[in-house]
Structure formats: structure tokens, C-alpha cells
T-cell receptor
Framework: EPEVTQTPSHQVTQMGQEVILRCVPI?????FYWYRQILGQKVEFLVS????????KSEIFDDQFSVERPDGSNFTLKIRSTKLEDSAMYFC???????????FGPGTRLLVL | SQQGEEDPQALSIQEGENATMNCSYK?????LQWYRQNSGRGLVHLIL?????REKHSGRLRVTLDTSKKSSSLLITASRAADTASYFC??????????FGRGTSLIVHP
């Protein structure tokens, strides 16, 4: 069964550094999403992406964040200058249609020191 | 906010028993979904129930939806130790972006 994959599984970075989190959505899916989950808290929506542009974003998704689909398979989340509070698990998700179930990747655990 | 909130926050049962988790939300929804998350891992989709449905089954899982009470329940029958995980409901309104609750932490003792 096709799956959403994410790399790396874990990343440790210094405050102020840039990080890029990578996702490979399911191949025939058209809608892509990033979420984050701070340890012990709920999963929060960051951004949705369709047709090569952001379709919706939350208040969390400020100018520090950007997303890109650089080729036909990858979907990336970039955090320009990481802060301590960016430490979280970041999940990518994809779906064929926005009315259908989103399939989540295993997540990237980001730790900012 | 239409976010779902699960109840109870934690549930501890013996293998073989049934586990019931509830989710309440505040505004109208199109869909409600239940997800499972093993500790430190990704989210696994369990069941999607649409606003015009009242009950759905999948294996040992049974989900109900009462839109008049703005609530849903997830029943896991004949629980197993492997069911130990956190369970989240996620509601979707007009934008179809799921809004997650804080989850119910289920422990099933062998």
C-alpha cells in the first residue's frame, strides 16, 4: 500500500539555523499538508498546498516558514531561522481530493537547541 | 473553533475489555475522523464518518456520530495490548482541514 514518507526521521539543529524537512506524498495525490505536534500537545495545522501554491495557512505559518514542491515527487517545509519553540514533530500529509482522508507520514522529530 | 475534544484524557483497561472514547465539538462539521498514534510515531487513519452518517464499523472499531449533540464515540471491542496508543478525533468543516483534539491515551494491560 502506498505511503507518505518523510526524511529525516530526526533532526537536531542549533537555534537560528535553517532546516528543510522533506516529504514524498503518495504519487497520485494532489493536496499536500504540513502539521506539527509539540510534545504532549495536539496536532496543529500549518499549511495546505495545491496546484503549486499555498491554499490555506494557519497563524503558526509565519514568514519563517515556506513550502515548496521542487519536483514531481518531493514536498518540503523550510524553517528559515529556527527557534527553540519550533521543536516539535512535523507531519506531512497528502490526499487525492480535499474531501477525502488525509494520509500522514511518520513524522520528522525536530529538536532545536 | 470546531475542534474536537476527547474524553477521557486517559483510559486504562484489561485485554479483552471494550474501550470507549468520546469526542465533542462545537460547530457544524462535514466529516469527523478518528486517528491513532503510537508513542512518538505518525498518525494512522482509522475511520472517517461523514455528517450524514450515524455509525460506521471497521473490524473491531465502531464509530458513532450524533450531530444533534455534536459528539462522536469510538468503541474498540475485545481490546488487545497492541491497541495501546493515543486516539484522536479530528473534525472538518468547510475547509476540510482537520482540527485535532488533545487525544485519549489508551493503555491496554495484557
Amino acid at each position: 500500500e502506498p505511503e507518505v514518507t518523510q526524511t529525516p526521521s530526526h533532526q537536531v539543529t542549533q537555534m537560528g539555523q535553517e532546516v528543510i524537512l522533506r516529504c514524498v506524498p503518495i504519487s497520485n495525490h494532489l493536496y499536500f499538508y504540513w502539521y506539527r505536534q509539540i510534545l504532549g500537545q495536539k496536532v496543529e495545522f500549518l499549511v495546505s498546498f495545491y496546484n503549486n501554491e499555498i491554499s490555506e495557512k494557519s497563524e503558526i505559518f509565519d514568514d519563517q516558514f515556506s513550502v515548496e514542491r521542487p519536483d514531481g515527487s518531493n514536498f518540503t517545509l523550510k524553517i528559515r531561522s529556527t527557534k527553540l519553540e519550533d521543536s516539535a514533530m512535523y507531519f506531512c500529509a497528502s490526499t487525492r481530493s480535499e474531501r477525502e482522508t488525509q494520509y500522514f507520514g511518520p513524522g520528522t522529530r525536530l529538536l532545536v537547541l | 473553533s470546531q475542534q474536537g475534544e476527547e474524553d477521557p484524557q486517559a483510559l486504562s483497561i484489561q485485554e479483552g475489555e471494550n474501550a470507549t472514547m468520546n469526542c465533542s465539538y462545537k460547530t457544524s462539521i462535514n466529516n469527523l475522523q478518528w486517528y491513532r498514534q503510537n508513542s512518538g510515531r505518525g498518525l494512522v487513519h482509522l475511520i472517517l464518518i461523514r455528517s450524514n452518517e450515524r455509525e460506521k464499523h471497521s473490524g473491531r472499531l465502531r464509530v458513532t456520530l450524533d450531530t444533534s449533540k455534536k459528539s462522536s464515540s469510538l468503541l474498540i471491542t475485545a481490546s488487545r495490548a497492541a491497541d495501546t496508543a493515543s486516539y484522536f478525533c479530528a473534525t472538518e468543516g468547510g475547509s476540510y482541514i482537520p482540527t485535532f483534539g488533545r487525544g485519549t491515551s489508551l493503555i491496554v494491560h495484557p
